[in-house]
């Protein structure tokens, strides 16, 4: 790994400018990790900020570049009341509602609204170049990798950087050609963006301590094939090869081209290329045989639709005898936040469902697993709570941090950074969230 490659993010997407010869752009992105570094330390960079369905906003965090902000957002769930609270703060930004949607992490926003977006971005983007004077540029069509981020670059006008958006599978493709018709548009990727930093740095910490537990219930055996159903980046697929040592058969499954690509780059990266097989298909209907695998897991995937079908493939596709393991997110389960916070504002920051990023109408992210294992006709369960505790050396603290200050008041969160100061000073400062796990055997 280069040097560069190895400075904070926000430093390593201005090497990227800076190697394209560009000195301000508009910038288009939904994870508060990939803009917040631009957004606080290089607003001059920053011709105009565009966040679609961010899950939680700081007003502080945004105040150097609120005049050249939109938000894009749902109108329903918890993310959108708290996006309502912080944007109070910020009375010059320009806050658009798409109608009747829920605007959460896997939602593909600019695949279900790309006109809608699109038109309404577009008139956004040019009078911030009317009051702002961005020099247009013209870039040679192309990919490239500076600083372990790649970038691909189409059309010619005025810079817009696009960043990651979530566990959206189309991401920005559907809005390319009407974008890329008034403006250079540069996409960058690779695994320091957006959720795939998020769910390798989960995947690598405290979390992987509650995939163990999950495994070793499920003990699997050498020559056994496992399937992980919604595998994003791969990382636990590149941590059950190298468990194994290459003994098993393993192969993800996933429903975004985007991810996929990602997890396929990670294992060639690592030298697995050969032990995973990573396929792209729908966790509602796996393009995976009848009674084909010995062991199908799925780890926080069964909010994100119907969880009973979801499940039923999972049952559908395993071998008799074999294990069928799943980890969901526990939304009805409170939370400990340990910071020495007044009992007043720590049972708030720390009530069920709080930190939540929204569950599908037919999704499971609660006790409800446990009777579902029982429906399906899976025996010999083993039904587990866990806590998985978060530091701040973690990316999810940050998130979590993030999502909890957003729908604080000024004084709830002047106590909260009283007390996350105290808490640093001790080295006692965590937050563990919950999860539902269960593991049964079908007859």
Same mark, same amino acid.
């Given at each position: ?215 070793? %219930? ?45 997890? %396929? ?179």
């Amino acid at each position: 790994m280069t040097k560069e490659a190895e400075s904070p993010l926000d430093e390593r997407i201005v090497l990227v400018l800076r190697h394209l010869g560009i000195a301000r752009a508009h910038i288009g992105a939904r994870m508060t990790p990939d803009w917040q570094g631009l957004a606080t330390r290089h607003s001059d960079l920053v011709a105009s900020l565009t966040l679609v369905c961010p899950t939680a906003i700081d007003p502080n965090v945004l105040s150097p570049v609120s005049s050249r902000l939109v938000v894009f957002t749902g109108d329903q769930g918890l993310p959108a009341e708290q996006l309502r609270m912080s944007l109070a703060g910020l009375p010059d930004a320009t806050f658009i509602t798409l109608r009747d949607y829920l605007g959460v992490l896997w939602a593909d926003v600019v695949a279900d609204h790309t006109q809608g977006v699109g038109t309404a971005m577009l008139d956004f983007l040019q009078r911030a170049d009317l009051r702002h004077g961005v020099k247009a540029v013209a870039l040679p069509e192309g990919e490239g990798e500076v600083a372990g981020i790649a970038y691909r670059i189409c059309g010619a006008g005025p810079p817009l950087v696009l960043l990651p958006l979530a566990l959206a599978p189309a991401q920005w493709e559907p809005l390319l050609p009407m974008l890329s018709a008034h403006y250079c548009t540069i996409i960058l990727s690779g695994a320091a963006l957006g959720v795939v930093a998020l769910l390798e740095d989960r995947g690598r910490t405290g979390y992987l301590r509650a995939v163990r537990n999950l495994m070793d %219930v499920v003990h699997v055996r050498r020559g056994e094939m496992v399937l992980e159903v919604g595998c994003g980046s791969g990382v636990l697929v590149r941590w059950l090869a190298r468990h194994t040592n290459g003994a098993n058969r393993i192969v993800g499954v996933d429903i975004s081209r985007y991810l996929l690509r990602e997890a %396929v780059a990670l294992a060639r990266k690592e030298g697995l290329a050969d032990a995973i097989t990573f396929q792209e298909g729908n966790a509602e209907a796996l393009p995976v045989p009848d009674n084909s695998v010995d062991v199908a897991m799925a780890s926080t995937v069964l909010e994100e639709g119907d969880a009973d079908r979801i499940l039923a493939e999972m049952v559908r596709v395993t071998r008799p005898g074999g294990r069928v393991a799943v980890i969901v997110r526990s939304i009805d389960v409170p939370w400990v936040v340990n910071l020495p916070l007044r009992a007043a504002l720590k049972a708030k920051v720390e009530a069920p469902g709080r930190m939540g990023s929204g569950v599908a109408a037919r999704g499971c992210a609660d006790a409800s697993i446990y009777r579902r294992f029982h429906a399906s006709g899976l025996r010999h369960l083993t039904l587990f709570p866990q806590l998985v505790a978060v530091t701040k050396t973690e990316q999810q603290f940050a998130t979590f941090q993030q999502q909890n200050l957003s729908s604080l008041s000024p004084e709830e969160i002047d106590e909260w950074w009283t007390a996350a100061a105290r808490a640093d000073a001790e080295g006692t400062a965590f937050i563990a969230y919950p999860l539902h796990c269960a593991v049964g055997i079908k007859p």
